[in-house]
T-cell receptor
Framework: SAVISQKPSRDICQRGTSLTIQCQVD?????MFWYRQQPGQSLTLIAT?????????ESGFVIDKFPISRPNLTFSTLTVSNMSPEDSSIYLC??????????FGPGTRLTVT | KQEVTQIPAALSVPEGENLVLNCSFT??????LQWFRQDPGKGLTSLLL?????REQTSGRLNASLDKSSGRSTLYIAASQPGDSATYLC???????????FGTGTSLTVIP
């Protein structure tokens, strides 16, 4: 398994600002992912965070809106840029272990006013 | 594109009952299927992982089965307890290992 922490756990932000979410893992992992869970919805994969190279974004998500950094094998950040109320969601990071088993962080609850 | 569906969307049972949650997927070309639990406003806790070559996995009072050819999985919870109240999500991993698809979840309430 893996122990994953996220900061902040929650935040309330104003429209037009940006928020950076941090994800820290207790051991080195190759696969790290960022998800969004909108209110009452299931999880949608935003991107795969690649160490040493640009993240791989899923359809509908772009780097200008959700820049991701992955400076090493235990840490990643997701920035939600130029926020609007539609960005209010829970943002989750996860890591993939052997056989692609995923483990999730506690999530960051973002409210945009 | 893979679609994952969970039925029922919500379930309420009295404590002590055995129950079954269902998950179906449209593309049988999967690498594995994973069941998660999510408490309100929290992250996901992994419950069981079934590889595509396996038929079932067990952990305590939980048993998950997989019928890949028919695109179905079930999560069986024995002797339910109020602490089991949560949303249960299933997720499938594509054969390539780089795509993950989540169901919409089943919200379970166990009444004391």
């Amino acid at each position: 398994s893996a122990v994953i922490s996220q900061k902040p756990s929650r935040d309330i932000c104003q429209r037009g600002t940006s928020l950076t979410i941090q994800c820290q893992v207790d051991s080195q992992v190759t696969m790290m992912f960022w998800y969004r869970q909108q209110p009452g919805q299931s999880l949608t994969l935003i991107a795969t965070a690649n160490q040493g190279s640009e993240a791989t974004y899923e359809s509908g998500f772009v780097i200008d809106k959700f820049p991701i950094s992955r400076p090493n094998l235990t840490f990643s950040t997701l920035t939600v840029s130029n926020m609007s109320p539609e960005d209010s969601s829970i943002y989750l990071c996860s890591v993939g272990r052997l056989s692609y088993e995923q483990y999730f962080g506690p999530g960051t609850r973002l409210t945009v006013t | 594109k893979q679609e994952v569906t969970q039925i029922p969307a919500a379930l309420s049972v009295p404590e002590g009952e055995n129950l079954v949650l269902n998950c179906s997927f449209t593309d049988s070309a999967i690498y594995n299927l994973q069941w998660f639990r999510q408490d309100p406003g929290k992250g996901l806790t992994s419950l069981l992982l079934i590889q595509s070559s396996q038929r079932e996995q067990t952990s305590g009072r939980l048993n998950a089965s997989l019928d890949k050819s028919s695109g179905r999985s079930t999560l069986y919870i024995a002797a339910s307890q109020p602490g089991d109240s949560a949303t249960y999500l299933c997720a499938v991993t594509s054969n390539t290992g780089n795509q993950f698809y989540f169901g919409t979840g089943t919200s379970l309430t166990v009444i004391p």
